[in-house]
């Protein structure tokens, strides 16, 4: 049976969180115990979200099966049970790329291509692939705003969606700004009427409107909107800010949005069970007590570029009940040991995040040498690793100019090199031509073999854990005996024990670092271990 499925639109203008509020539908659904998937759909040309820049973009979400996506998966994530999958991101330029490579191939016999229908049955036929069989319902999340050049393609494939399986079967919901102008004190409709105007001359009549919104939305306002808009005045549905982004599942379900969903479909409207959200924004909302960590970057400048560890130290925070305030420090302005010291005598705990590239990573080394050495708690992602290695590299294995090969080849001393190429089971095997061009990546969810006896081990309260992957250079073993010898172990491996995966310092309260990133598996039902316990020593630190 095809699922049911909803398609998300935004109006007016971007970042009136689209992703948000798809998910936050995802959770109300399954809390009424569907079954749900969400997929996104890029406008944008770029084919490899991958490559594109952290700071225009935000982060780069990897997904358990290695895909490099969008940061809106990480939302659909974050609120539902789902573990997101590559396919649920589609861009643009990956279906352009498709029809091209089949017009090449002769697939079309020498038609015309054209965008319809050539690209919009590309769209139609990616929109329900690899979903499964017991799915009820699909969100469909269209980037971009109605309007845009670049979404055409897609609203014209939605539409002919809608008429292919039945009007019946599929739900338009627009997210429209509805603006409070304070000289007049009122709230301004028109933006939201022009935007489905827009809409509808595309053929495609929205069944919800979920307005946001400073203020509340007046019962006028409401009506004025439904009958500019053709819209049923219950499906009018109020989306005011809110304190925090885990209390909007609740708040749509007040203004009975899961329930209109349901109707629409003639769907029974099971009462849904929201305790887990309830406890979630409780918890956010009586905190116990207040930690202060800094995250030592380079894309500290846009906030989005670091989304997935912003919303675990939240996740982090729920865990504890503590609020958790971060500070968001520009590596390149960590120039000396004394900005250090100042930037850093504020907080409890440091944490460094992946990377790429040389910008930046004396500033983080300053700070992990700080945590390091007032015995601070520190946590490593990635590049946050490898600087950790390359600090104790060179500050207390004396050995002088250690480095990692991606920002030094000729370095002495290459602590972190480029991986030797591994197979799926992450066991090494002969370096590839590809890898020599450092062409690929470790990409997605793969095994960690936890230490018995050591710190990882006792956070993840587990032997066998699984982490998801995103880069090319790991820690180089042949220094391992070195480093042991003076308290830097491997805690962490690939099955196999190969490839070292987790780090720890014998001699320091809470000093742990990953070659993976946990910040795409912590979920503010389900806390990541590693954010937990960090946020907890790091509420315990005392300066000494
Ligand atoms: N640049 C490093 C590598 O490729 C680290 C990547 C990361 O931090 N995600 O190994």
């Known amino acids: 049976m095809s699922p049911k499925v909803i398609f998300v639109t935004g109006g007016v203008l971007s970042s009136l969180g ?15 115990g569907y079954k749900v998937r969400l997929r996104k759909f890029e406008p944008y040309l770029n084919v490899d979200p991958g490559t594109m820049s952290p700071f225009q973009h935000g982060e780069v979400y990897v997904t358990e099966d290695g895909g490099e996506t969008d940061l809106d998966l990480g939302h659909y994530e974050r609120f539902t049970s789902l573990n997101t999958r590559r396919s649920d991101a589609v861009s643009t330029g990956q279906i352009y790329s498709k029809v091209i490579a089949k017009e090449r191939r002769g697939d079309y016999l020498g038609a015309t291509i054209q965008v319809i229908p050539h690209i919009t049955n590309e ?34 494939a939605i539409r002919q969606y809608a008429n292919d399986v039945g009007r019946e079967n599929v739900l338009f919901m627009h997210l429209t700004l509805v603006p409070f102008i304070k000289t007049a004190q009122e709230l301004k409709t028109k933006p939201s009427q022009h935007s489905v105007k827009e809409l509808q001359s595309m053929g495609i009549q929205p ?15 409401k009506k004025k909107l439904a009958l500019f808009c053709n819209i049923k005045l219950e499906c009018v549905i109020e989306a005011a800010d809110v304190d925090s982004i885990y209390s909007v599942p609740l708040a749509y379900y007040s203004e009975g949005l899961g329930a209109q969903v349901c109707q629409h479909f003639g769907l029974e409207s099971k009462e849904p069970d929201l305790s887990v959200w309830e406890e979630i924004v409780q918890r956010v909302r009586n905190p116990q007590g207040e930690v202060r960590v800094a995250v030592v970057g380079k894309y500290t400048g846009l906030q989005d570029a670091y989304k997935s560890i912003a919303e675990s130290f939240q996740h982090g925070g729920i865990a504890n009940q503590l609020n958790v305030k971060v500070e968001w420090l520009n590596a390149e302005d960590l120039s000396d040991d004394d900005s250090v010291a100042k930037a850093l005598s504020g907080v409890q705990g440091v944490l460094v995040p992946g990377g790429y590239g040389e910008r930046g990573t004396r ?24 600087l950790a290695v390359i600090e104790y590299a060179r500050h207390v294995l004396k050995l002088e100019g250690a480095h990692t090969s991606e920002i030094n080849p000729k370095t002495p001393h290459p602590v972190v090199e480029l991986m030797t190429n591994w197979d799926q089971k992450g066991k090494k095997v002969k370096r590839s031509a590809d890898m020599e061009l450092g062409g690929t990546m470790r990409l997605g969810g793969y095994d960690c073999i936890l230490k018995p006896g050591s710190l990882a081990h006792s956070v993840y309260g587990s032997d066998k854990i699984v982490e998801r992957h995103r880069h090319r250079y790991e820690m180089n073993r042949t220094y391992e005996a070195q480093f042991k010898a003076a308290g830097l172990l491997i805690t962490g491996t690939s099955p196999d024990g190969q490839l070292p995966e987790m780090i720890e310092l014998k001699d320091h309260p809470w000093f742990l670092a990953m070659q993976f990133h946990p910040e795409f598996k912590s979920k503010p039902m389900a806390p990541h271990p590693v954010f937990t316990a960090f946020i907890k020593a790091a509420h315990h630190y005392k300066k000494d």
Request: with cysteine; glycine share 10%.
């Open 18 to 32: 689209k992703g948000i509020s798809a998910a936050s539908l995802g959770a109300l659904l399954e809390a009424r």
């Open 363 to 386: 500033g983080k080394m300053r700070a992990i040498q700080y945590a390091r050495e007032n015995n601070m708690p520190f946590f490593g992602i990635c590049l946050g690793m490898q």
């Open 123 to 156: 769209i139609k036929e990616h929109l329900t692939r690899d979903i499964e069989d017991d799915i009820d319902f699909l969100i469909c999340e269209i980037g971009g705003t109605v309007g845009d050049i670049e979404g055409l393609p897609f609203l014209e």
């Open 207 to 221: 069944d919800i409107l979920l307005c946001r919104t400073e203020v509340p939305l007046p019962l006028e306002a």
